[in-house]
């Protein structure tokens, strides 16, 4: 999948090489085992409107944060690994993801293995339906909805948000009828 992607930013299409370049060099490079570095599953969980953003206040990392984690054996692709993730943090039913990444992120962490790694993070744009009501789950200080426009104090969440408000835009605008 990310072999066939092709992101429109210069900074997104270098990423895409090093997870591709990851991957290529490292079996193991979906699986949290990988301790040099490996991929990970994100989702930008947006409201049926797409005016708000479920976030988790992470307990490891101390903030405010997309929903995702570990890819797992069991998952076939990225995109169903983020779906995943996002179900089980945020206890809503009926989620439905868009299979084209939205946006990559490579970020450090110190994460279940207990030692420094990074986390190669692939994110996708997941949205909610109508009435959707989050549930907190053990993994989350917290969970809220936020309006895209007014992230939490010190987020660097701004362009991965705005990376799915223009998928979410360009979408609707692919449906739109001809005037």
Same mark, same amino acid.
């Given at each position: 999948?990310?072999g066939?992607w092709?992101p429109d930013d210069p900074q997104?299409? !270098?990423?895409r090489?090093?997870?591709?370049?990851?991957?290529d060099?490292?079996?193991d490079?979906?699986?949290?085992?990988c301790?040099?570095g490996h991929?990970?599953a994100?989702?930008?969980l947006?409201d049926?409107?797409?005016r708000?953003?479920l976030?988790?206040?992470?307990?490891?990392v101390g903030?405010?944060?997309?929903?995702?984690?570990?890819?797992?054996p069991? *998952?076939?692709t990225l995109?169903?690994?983020?779906l995943r993730?996002?179900?089980e943090?945020?206890?809503?039913e009926g989620?439905?993801?868009?299979?084209?990444?939205v946006?990559l992120d490579v970020?450090?962490?110190t994460?279940?293995l207990?030692?420094p790694?990074?986390h190669f *993070?692939?994110?996708?744009?997941v949205?909610?339906p109508?009435?959707?009501?989050a549930?907190?789950?053990d993994e989350?200080?917290?969970?809220r909805?936020?309006?895209?426009?007014?992230?939490?104090?010190?987020?660097?969440?701004?362009?991965?948000?705005a990376a799915?408000?223009?998928?979410?835009g360009s979408q !609707?605008?692919?449906r739109?009828?001809?005037?």
């Open positions: 999948m990310l066939e092709k997104q299409e !270098a990423l090489h090093a997870f591709l370049t990851l991957l060099a490292r079996a490079g979906c699986l949290r085992a301790e040099p991929v990970t994100s989702a930008v947006l049926s409107t797409g708000n953003v976030l988790t206040l992470h307990p490891r903030a405010w944060l997309q929903l995702g984690g570990h890819c797992e069991e *998952d076939a995109a169903g690994a983020a993730e996002a179900s943090e945020s206890g809503i989620l439905v993801v868009d299979p084209v990444p946006h970020h450090p962490i994460c279940s207990g030692v790694t990074r *993070d692939v994110r996708f744009v949205r909610a109508e009435g959707a009501e549930a907190r789950s989350s200080l917290d969970l909805w936020w309006p895209v426009e007014a992230l939490p104090d010190g987020s660097d969440l701004g362009p991965l948000v799915a408000e223009r998928r979410v !609707a605008g692919a739109a009828p001809d005037a």
